[in-house]
């Protein structure tokens, strides 16, 4: 029995952390233009200021630089796998990757607030491609195998992007203008259409093969549907919250698009743009809720923490995003490791331990005051960085567990979907709890209290997500031999759901 294991492909299927050469190409063509998306989606967050007293603009009118480009991002993300079935994935890469960059171009030479919003749009249609794709491509290419060390390629660059986005923002507009914002992405963009036009397969369809029709209906209830809650979502952070009319039409209304996509794509047998039968599985349903949640975690902590260090302690843009860079470093140490306990424990047990960790190291940013000290608050943040990507990589890869090769795309663009509307409704929900804990502070210390009151939301948020950790895969079950390689990599016994 072990000789038949000493040959041919049968180590790739026997040892779960193995990774093809295959699949660190794959992942290193399209990461490196995927940068690009994931810190140009954060990178703004400190322009503003700029933006409005260079263009000429009120802020109302500035906020639809972000506002646009999120919408155009989520009005193309559930036509990914559609594209890709017509396109192939190099094809689809290489063109949403060029218009990508042709809106960053665009947008660097915008010469008043109305262009420089319609060449974000274009960059938002090209980036609403790449982003599911991103997690697609490198997981077809890993058919299964390794999924914590694939999810630690794949995780990284999103959940640096937060963190490092305004790091990197507030120092090029201390170097120079709003302009460079835009052209940075011009390398990133070069080299990854570069390396994904040499490392990528062909896999365009033949000639003959069946082409797939495009659900317009459901396109025309779903894309709608979700940037409608997404610009519900961005307007709540005002004095009225969610009652807003700005914000619970939108809200309504695109709840409702939503819900009837959902209800017609799961009485439809075949053909929904988006296949919701996946969640049918288990660890790709609960896998959907925590990313959900760490969305929130994520995104919120995105704007309350530059919020805290800026408002009560005093430090500018590029001070609050120099205090945030332990956060990102945490994430770093916890790739390597992560990956490695996801594929040898499952990812139930580090998705525990991640969300425990950042619930944990969160509570020193609720008991807060003007004073505290900044050598705990660094600590507290290295730690959750640490937790938020163990967190990420085992909740991100349970999501693929058992699915077919087929089904990767939809399971793509469901938890992309889960992570940005938790990251809107996360940054929501705490903008309407600061806003009304701090709008009357008078004092550090009262605006302290109420930043604190924010925090221990983002605590609540965090620890809701540790018992629905116990529905993910738990330790993975001895991989069958060399013939069955994919099809045991495929089920989800293999992964011990």
């Known amino acids: 029995m072990s000789a038949p294991r000493k040959t041919g492909p049968a180590p790739a299927a026997t040892d779960p952390e193995r990774m093809d050469p295959a699949v660190w190409r794959t992942a290193a063509a399209v990461i490196v233009g995927a940068l690009a998306v994931v810190f140009d989606t954060t990178i703004l967050s400190v322009a503003l200021h700029d933006l409005v007293r260079d263009l000429d603009a ?27 079935s017509r396109l192939g994935g190099r094809r689809l890469w290489l063109a949403s990757l060029g218009v990508f960059l042709l809106g960053s171009v665009l947008s660097a030479l915008a010469w008043d607030a109305a262009g420089l919003i319609a060449f974000r749009v274009v960059q938002g249609i090209g980036g609403g491609i790449m982003m599911p794709l991103t997690a697609t491509l490198i997981m077809q290419a890993a058919k299964g195998r390794a999924l914590g060390k694939v999810m630690a390629v794949i995780t990284v660059p999103t959940a640096l992007g937060p963190v490092l ?17 835009f052209l940075v992405n011009i390398p990133f963009c070069a080299v990854g259409g570069w390396l994904a036009w040499r490392n990528l397969p062909d896999d365009r369809p033949a000639p003959d093969s069946p082409r797939t029709r495009l659900d317009v209906v459901g396109l025309l209830l779903l894309s709608p549907g979700v940037a409608a809650v997404i610009y519900g979502l961005s307007r709540a952070g005002g004095g009225a919250g969610f009652a807003a009319p700005d914000a619970l039409v939108p809200l309504t209304g695109g709840l409702a698009l939503v819900g009837g996509f959902t209800v017609r794509a799961l009485n439809r047998a075949d053909g929904a743009l988006i296949d919701l039968r996946l969640f049918r599985h288990r660890a790709l349903a609960s896998a959907s809720a925590l990313v959900f949640l760490a969305g929130i975690t994520l995104y919120g902590a995105m704007m ?72 705990l608050l660094m600590a507290a943040l290295l730690v959750r960085g640490v937790g938020m990507g163990a967190a990420m990589i085992a909740a991100t890869g349970a999501a693929y567990a058992g699915l077919e090769h087929r089904e990767i795309p939809d399971a793509s663009i469901i938890t992309r979907v889960a992570q940005q509307l938790g990251g809107s409704a996360g940054i929501a929900v705490l903008a309407v709890v600061l806003q009304h804990t701090a709008a009357d502070a008078r004092t550090p210390g009262a605006l302290a209290d109420g930043f604190g009151v924010t925090f221990w939301w983002s605590v609540a948020f965090t620890a809701a997500a540790v018992p629905l950790c116990l529905l993910l895969p738990g330790r993975p079950a001895p991989a069958a031999p060399a013939d069955g390689a994919e099809a045991g990599a495929d089920s989800e016994d293999a992964v011990g759901v």
């Not at 972000?66 to 155009?72: D, I, R």
Request: proline share 6%.
């Open 58 to 84: 009120p802020l109302s009118t500035i906020q639809w630089v972000s506002t646009g480009y999120l919408l155009a991002v989520f009005v193309t993300i559930p036509l990914a796998g559609w594209a890709q």
């Open 165 to 181: 986005g305004p790091v990197l923002g507030g120092l090029i507009l201390h170097l120079a203008d709003w302009r460079w914002l």
């Open 304 to 375: 309350t923490l530059p919020l805290y260090f800026q408002q009560v302690r005093g430090e500018d843009a590029l001070g609050a995003g120099l205090l945030l860079i332990p956060q990102g470093i945490g994430v770093l140490l916890a790739r390597t490791v992560a990956g490695r306990y996801t594929d040898r424990v499952g990812p139930r047990r580090v998705a525990l331990a991640g969300f425990a960790l950042v619930a944990a190291a969160t509570v020193p940013f609720a008991r807060v005051t003007a004073d505290t000290g900044e050598i």
